[in-house]
């Protein structure tokens, strides 16, 4: 018996059968815009630091990147088990703290 391939829901994105959770759609385009532009920066942060062999570095920019998605709602609790008002609130802090390591 087979199992059955993972479905693209409102929730999850199935991506050659890997579920990865989608972006919370009740956050501002503003504000996903923000905290993508910081997920892309750590992304890239990582790739350089790991290439260059800085340990500091790399934990740095995947502290980035998991702020970053947490406020995406990509990560951390599952979004849609949360307030509309809590999850603007929590991906208005990670936003916060993001701009506090620039």
């Known amino acids: 018996m087979t199992k059955p391939e993972p479905q693209d829901d409102d929730h999850w994105l199935v991506i050659n059968g890997r ?4 972006t919370d759609p009740a956050l501002s385009d503003d504000l996903v815009e ?34 970053a998605k947490h406020g995406l709602g990509e990560r951390g609790p599952r979004w849609w088990d949360s307030e509309v008002e809590d999850r603007i609130a929590r991906a208005r802090e990670a936003l916060a703290e993001l701009e506090k390591l620039d």
Request: hydrophobic share 40%.
């Open 19 to 22: 579920r990865w959770r989608r």
């Open 34 to 67: 923000a905290l993508k532009s910081h997920l892309g920066r750590g992304r890239s942060a990582v790739g350089v630091s790991r290439r260059a062999g800085d340990d500091v570095a790399t934990a740095a920019a995947r502290k980035r990147v998991g702020l």
